[in-house]
Nanobody, 125 residues
Framework: VQLQASGGGLVQAGGSLRLSCAASARTLTGYGLGWFRQAPGKEREFVAALKWSGGATVYSDSVKGRFTISKDSAKSTVYLQMNSLEPEDTAVYFC???????????????????WGQGTQVTVSS
């Protein structure tokens, strides 16, 4: 599985961005697709994820209510709509994929097998 993330950029606090992650795979059935982020000097942290089959979603507490993860099955693409952005959201955002993952494990980055290249999101105050 290859993942191509895009959509990052520079935005003022309170603004919005939409990240995209295009997946190349024969099928994503049974996969979990997630977004993670890593700020300078910090560990990679979970942001949001969904189960491709069934569509269950999970969010970190820090983004719940502001970010929305969704998918377009026809395009094999996962999106992360980010609203009400804060300077603390500044990081490199990565998408990742994991086959046969259970919902309760979607937030564990070490379980993911495939990673995209990352896209920079910078939120200015």
């Amino acid at each position: 599985v290859q993942l191509q993330a895009s959509g990052g950029g520079l935005v003022q606090a309170g603004g919005s961005l939409r990240l995209s992650c295009a997946a190349s795979a024969r099928t994503l059935t049974g996969y979990g697709l997630g977004w993670f982020r890593q700020a300078p000097g910090k560990e990679r942290e979970f942001v949001a994820a969904l189960k491709w089959s069934g569509g269950a979603t999970v969010y970190s507490d820090s983004v719940k209510g502001r970010f929305t993860i969704s998918k377009d099955s026809a395009k094999s693409t996962v999106y992360l709509q980010m609203n009400s952005l804060e300077p603390e959201d500044t990081a490199v955002y990565f998408c990742a994929a994991k086959p046969r993952i259970i919902t309760s494990s979607l937030g564990v980055p070490s379980l993911y097998d495939y990673w995209g290249q990352g896209t920079q999101v910078t939120v200015s105050s």
